[in-house]
């Protein structure tokens, strides 16, 4: 099953309804031609449908799964992996429903794939990077978290928690997404030191990050936890060889 568009933008969703329509919009606006995937976890204020009544205008660069339940973030980016990968986008983007990441820099992302890099990251902590509208303790603690992987793992990505990225097809096909065991914020850890330790090439993209304005964080404090303690884990499974 042959893609028309080459690029795929993936937006997990739960109770996004005050986003949805308006995220979409702004993606397939894009000159580049993207499509997008909602992955939508059963969200009870009516964003799967808001999706499927959207289809009627977008046609086929629309798509949808919809999951029964919060089933967790990675679990719905990998549902989007396998989704991209048998229909053949060539690359294949991550991004949040709540414009915290601008879709304008969708293009950007692209150019440095295209460009060389096998993942590029949408970064804060480069230089041209920023954050708009976080309290001082949160933006301590996103950057201090940054500091401890990068101390950890060894990688010298300066924003290993960003969720906003794009993949080229090769990368994501020579991953083994069995082995991918975290669903929160460590996912996005998880699936940048895979990348890293199967060789591949990740570049840092300035972006400014801007807070949600619409719609509730999904933060929480066993995101946090799993962040952390995911993290050594990681560590440790690779000293052991389970990434290879």
């Known amino acids: 099953m042959e ?25 397939l606006s894009r000159e580049v031609g993207y499509h997008v995937l909602i992955v939508d976890d059963g969200s009870p ?13 977008y046609g086929e660069r629309l798509h949808l799964i919809q ?3 919060k089933l967790g973030l990675g679990t719905a980016y990998i549902a989007g ?9 060539d690359y294949i983007f991550e991004m949040d429903a709540d414009f915290s990441h601008n879709p ?14 096998d ?13 708009q509208n976080w309290p001082k303790d949160r933006l301590i603690l996103s950057f201090g978290a940054s500091m401890y992987v990068r101390i950890i793992t060894w ?3 300066k924003d290993p928690t960003a969720g906003f990225k794009c993949y080229s097809s090769k990368v994501l096909s020579a991953l083994d997404f069995d082995k991918i065991k975290f669903i929160g914020y460590a996912f996005q850890i998880e699936m940048k030191y895979y990348s890293h330790l199967k060789g591949f090439t990740l570049k840092e993209v300035p972006i400014t990050f801007t807070d949600r304005i619409r719609g509730k964080s999904k933060m929480s404090s066993n995101i946090i936890k ?19």
């Open 104 to 117: 304008a820099d969708l293009d950007r992302l692209l150019a440095a794939c295209k460009s060389g890099a």
């Open 67 to 69: 999951r029964e339940g």
């Open 155 to 157: 990688m010298k990505v």
């Open 119 to 131: 993942v590029a990251i949408g970064s804060r902590y480069v230089d041209d990077g920023g954050i």
């Open 3 to 27: 893609a028309v568009s080459k690029y795929l933008v993936i937006i997990p969703t739960y109770n996004e309804i005050e986003n949805v329509a308006l995220v979409i919009e702004a993606v």
């Open 45 to 57: 204020d009516g964003t799967g449908e808001k999706v499927i009544e959207l289809q009627k205008s």
């Open 226 to 244: 799993e962040a952390i303690v995911g993290v050594l884990s990681m560590r440790w499974k690779s000293i052991r060889g389970y990434y290879r």
């Open 81 to 89: 992996f396998i989704f991209g990968l048998e229909r053949g986008y």
